[in-house]
């Protein structure tokens, strides 16, 4: 179609840019509406999207196309946090490493598969059949959303698993419960929905994890993206060779997920998720770094891509599971829902970026019109962007071995506040707040055990589940747990508001921070598709003056 690759860069990110905040909506509703029917809701927009997609490329009109994968991508995001808080409320007690990697693994292949299909489909059938190849894998999926919709019921009642708010309102409606059941219940699920004006009171742990997120979403999709073209420019390589070379950059997941999966569930009691984070962080700057040696010294991208495919072939599950090692579980919804929006916001910025450093540098020879040559200043600008996805791996590398210090002085705080107050039975809580001029660990400015803004006193958290993290070790889970015996030896919380701590000033910093990346996300991706993206007779002219 003649795109230039600040086009396909904005198609790609297109299809990213509602990810920068759709996952908090998706939390919303499905904590709203519930996980079943705001899953029909998700993949019908996907399934929408798809139809504009194949209509805008059987017209050849970019903006369409453009504007279908940025509906596609209304649903995609929510879809994910659905597909996760499924997996979760089903395979919480037992599995969930290995369920959530099943879970994952599936859509990873499939992306390997339409990688692998998509040229030669193409090539056999014609330039439109891919695109109405996932048209048609959109429709089926929503069939099968509607045959999940109707088993649902069955699936609950046979797994004994907890109602969600949705379904106790449809029981109180059909007269299966009391009022006053269906009350109670209710102001348990409104306790556990997402509540975005919390997120300023998390800790420094958090905050490290987001910055995590934003830096893993710089240097995974847009890679993956662009690597077919860095694989041809760089290497001399043809069209379908480096297509088929830069498809197995995610067939890694394929096999890996599993395994990792399998690991972290059998190795609870040792930090195994942030040490194999660091492995795939290694992984991927050596990766990077064999790409940013001169092509006449490699003279092949395979080690990279063996390099590169083993290491975000278990990340993205690593960068799912440890959220329950690092917030209480009341707010893991929060904090996947900011997960996902961040990654999406460092992925669209990157993308976007890439594309327009690719053209501004490409500068063919005058009279020279063979495209599988490159031109200086495209092997230049493909060299430039290699530097800068190992600038960024190495800071993502810094940034996971602080977060690792901050949960490690984090624990080794909740020993110290343990050992405390442990013999005199008080309940050691999430909502704990260490936060004394006497306490030493202050003074360092470390991280507060609590995810409130309140001091002083200990307080009983709105129940013993929510205060549980999901994958510690016994050790550390009875910190959390309750004496009955032991009588609630705190004294009353005084009333009025109280003063906002430094761990609260912090968190509204990051928060606005934050805010403002995904703005100028949004900002970015506009301004560059308002002057970069073309009609199709301004392409044509271009390819005719060429």
């Not at 904590?31 to 050849?60: D, M, R």
């Not at 069955?154 to 969600?164: A, D, N, P, Q, V």
């Not at 936060?435 to 609590?450: R, Y």
């Amino acid at each position: 179609m003649g795109t230039s690759n600040t086009e396909f860069s904005l198609l790609i990110s297109a299809f990213s840019l509602n990810s920068t905040w759709t996952p908090v909506v998706g939390g919303l509703l499905a904590s709203k509406l519930g996980t079943t029917y705001t899953s029909i809701l998700a993949t019908g927009v996907i399934f929408l999207g798809q139809i504009i997609l194949l209509i805008g490329e059987v017209t050849e009109s970019l903006r369409l196309m453009a504007f279908g994968l940025f509906v596609f991508g209304l649903g995609v995001s929510p879809l994910s946090v659905v597909q996760e808080t499924i997996i979760v409320r089903f395979f919480r007690s037992h599995g969930l490493g290995v369920s959530m990697a099943l879970g994952l693994v599936a859509g990873k292949g499939a992306s390997f598969v339409s990688a692998r299909t998509s040229y030669p489909l193409s090539e056999r059938y014609g330039r439109d059949a891919p695109f109405y190849v996932a048209t048609c894998l959109a429709g089926l999926s929503v069939v099968i959303n509607l045959v999940y919709i109707l088993a649902s019921k069955w699936l609950i009642r046979s797994t004994g698993i907890k109602l969600e708010a949705s379904e106790i309102q449809e029981e109180a409606r059909n007269g299966s419960l009391s009022l006053s059941e269906a009350q109670a219940l209710q102001k348990v699920a409104e306790k556990r929905r997402v509540n975005l004006k919390e997120v300023t009171k998390l800790d420094d742990v958090f905050w490290a994890y987001i910055g995590l997120n934003i830096l893993c979403g710089t240097i995974w999709a847009p890679f993956t993206h662009l690597a077919a073209n860095i694989f041809q420019q760089r290497y001399q390589l043809s069209e379908l060779d480096a297509g088929s070379h830069a498809s197995y950059l995610l067939a890694g997941s394929i096999i890996l997920y599993p395994v990792c999966g399998f690991i972290v569930d059998n190795l609870k009691k040792r930090p195994i998720v942030l040490q194999l984070f660091l492995l795939s962080s290694a992984l991927q700057a050596s990766s990077y770094f064999w790409l940013v040696l001169p092509p006449s010294w490699t003279r092949t991208p395979i080690p990279a891509i063996v390099a590169f495919g083993t290491g975000i072939g278990f990340s993205p599950l690593l960068l799912v599971v440890i959220v329950p090692q690092l917030v209480p579980l009341k707010y893991v919804s929060t904090t996947l829902g900011a997960h996902k929006s961040l990654e999406q916001t460092g992925s669209v910025i990157m993308q976007t970026l890439a594309g327009l450093a690719l053209d501004t540098e490409r500068q063919p020879s005058p009279g020279k019109n063979v495209p599988d040559v490159p031109s200086r200043g495209g092997l230049a600008a493909i060299q430039y962007l290699l530097n800068v996805f190992v600038l960024l791996n190495v800071f993502q590398f810094l940034v996971l071995m602080t977060l690792a210090h901050l949960d490690r002085r984090r624990k080794a705080a909740v020993a110290t506040v343990a050992d405390i107050y442990g013999s005199s039975g008080e309940l050691i809580t999430d909502d704990y707040n260490v936060d004394s001029p006497n306490n030493p660990e202050d003074a360092e400015g470390s991280i507060h055990l609590s995810l409130s803004a309140r001091g002083g006193p200990v307080r009983p958290a709105a129940s013993p589940e929510e205060s549980h993290p999901l994958l510690v070790s016994d050790a550390e889970r009875s910190l959390f747990a309750t004496d009955a015996a032991e009588p609630n030896l705190s004294p009353p919380i005084p009333p009025g508001d109280p003063p906002k701590t430094k761990q609260v000033k912090r968190g509204e910093l990051f928060a606005g921070l934050s805010a403002a990346l995904v703005v100028f996300a949004w900002v970015l991706f506009l301004v560059t598709a308002w002057l970069r993206l073309r009609s199709k007779a301004e392409r044509e002219a271009a390819t005719i003056a060429s």
